[in-house]
Nanobody, 119 residues
Framework: QVQLVESGGGLVQPGGSLRLSCAAS????????MNWYRQAPGKQRELVAA???????NYADSVKGRFTISRDNGKNTVYLQMNSLKPEDTAVYYC?????????????WGQGTQVTVSS
């Protein structure tokens, strides 16, 4: 029922750019906090960027100044603009939707999209 579908991944040279999209369905998108995570081989999944329902953003130190998260509630879509890409950014990128309450946290995930930065 709930679906988060990422797109926009691919192979890019160092210094290049990609724009990831995550289209949500089956949820009231506007009331969910949206996140982008990534996971590289042999490493833990890490939070890359977050955006609240009000549009406030936070970034991992490793991507600050290079990545920008944004959302379009009318399109039920969250974006991750990635500039000045480095080989260390290579990972599977996952879209995440979160709605918290005192009794339960609703947590939904996309299937992931591969980003490879290599020359």
């Amino acid at each position: 029922q709930v679906q988060l579908v990422e797109s926009g991944g691919g192979l890019v040279q160092p210094g290049g750019s990609l724009r990831l999209s995550c289209a949500a369905s089956g949820i009231v998108f506007s009331i969910y906090h949206m996140n982008w995570y990534r996971q590289a081989p042999g490493k833990q999944r890490e939070l890359v960027a977050a955006i609240t329902t009000g549009g406030s953003t936070n970034y991992a130190d490793s991507v600050k100044g290079r990545f920008t998260i944004s959302r379009d509630n009318g399109k039920n879509t969250v974006y991750l603009q990635m500039n000045s890409l480095k080989p260390e950014d290579t990972a599977v990128y996952y879209c995440n939707a979160v709605l918290g309450s005192v009794s339960r946290t609703y947590n939904y995930w996309g299937q992931g999209t591969q980003v490879t930065v290599s020359s």
